[in-house]
């Protein structure tokens, strides 16, 4: 099974900065199936990157995903008051199926 | 428009049962395999179940494994799952969720709370 982690826990920063959340898989992740989401209280999560590195339907570029193998980072170019949230990683290329990060909150400074 | 909605949650004591349902729109339902991922109040993202578009193919978190059972109405486009022996760690909002194979989940529904408790 893999099993990811993700860091930091919470990131505090202020709108504006830019946000690097990382993403490690206790193996290699098979053809980069790696997913991001972003939770806001009280919402279901909603998808942001798949495939590591390419951008959902109507997500901002702000957003973007980079990495292979067993790290993958989640970059936010300039934190804008809406995304301040919780990022839960995923891998979707082996079972169990949907394997999900412990999540990193992003909160304001 | 995609729509997922949950319904079926409740209170319910430690041992008892509860079936969710999932109602599914505004997509082809038999085209996509479907799944159950839950949250746990204040805890993060566990994935409970998947199921394949025609049934063929059904998995379980080890969690649940035993107690739980996923299934799904491609005629009435709806998922179900049946919750059998449950306990106080059930205690989740339950989502739905679709996906293709080696895709992620891209539309979810925005759950159903389940309490286990006496």
């Known amino acids: 099974e893999i099993v990811l982690t993700q860091s930091p826990g919470t990131l505090s920063l202020s709108p504006g900065e830019r946000a690097t959340l990382s993403c490690r898989a206790s193996?290699?992740?098979?053809?980069?199936?790696l997913a991001w989401y972003q939770q806001k209280p009280g919402q279901a999560p909603r998808l942001l990157i798949y495939g590591a590195s390419s951008r959902a339907t109507g997500i901002p570029d702000r957003f973007s995903g980079s990495g292979s193998g067993t790290d993958f980072t989640l970059t936010i170019s300039r934190l804008e008051p809406e995304d301040f949230a919780v990022y839960y990683c995923?891998?979707?290329?082996?079972?169990?199926?949907?394997?999900f990060g412990g999540g990193t909150k992003v909160e304001i400074k | 428009e995609v729509q997922l909605v949950e319904s079926g949650g409740g209170l319910v004591k430690p041992g008892g049962s509860l079936r969710l349902s999932c109602a599914a729109s505004g997509f082809t339902f038999s085209s996509y395999s479907m799944n159950w991922v839950r949250q746990a109040p204040g805890k993060g993202l566990e994935w409970v179940s998947s199921?394949?578009?025609?049934?063929?193919?059904?998995y379980y978190a080890d969690s649940v494994k035993g107690r739980f059972t996923i299934s799904r109405d491609n005629a009435k486009n709806s998922l179900y799952l049946q919750m059998n022996s449950l306990r106080a760690e059930d205690t989740a909002v339950y989502y739905c969720?679709?996906?293709?194979?080696?895709?992620?989940?891209?539309?979810w529904g925005q759950g159903t709370l389940v309490t286990v408790s006496s």
């Open positions: 199921i394949s578009s025609s049934s063929s193919y059904i």
């Open positions: 193996q290699s992740v098979s053809s980069s199936y």
């Open positions: 969720a679709r996906d293709r194979e080696l895709a992620p989940l891209d539309y």
């Open positions: 995923q891998q979707y290329g082996s079972s169990p199926r949907g394997t």
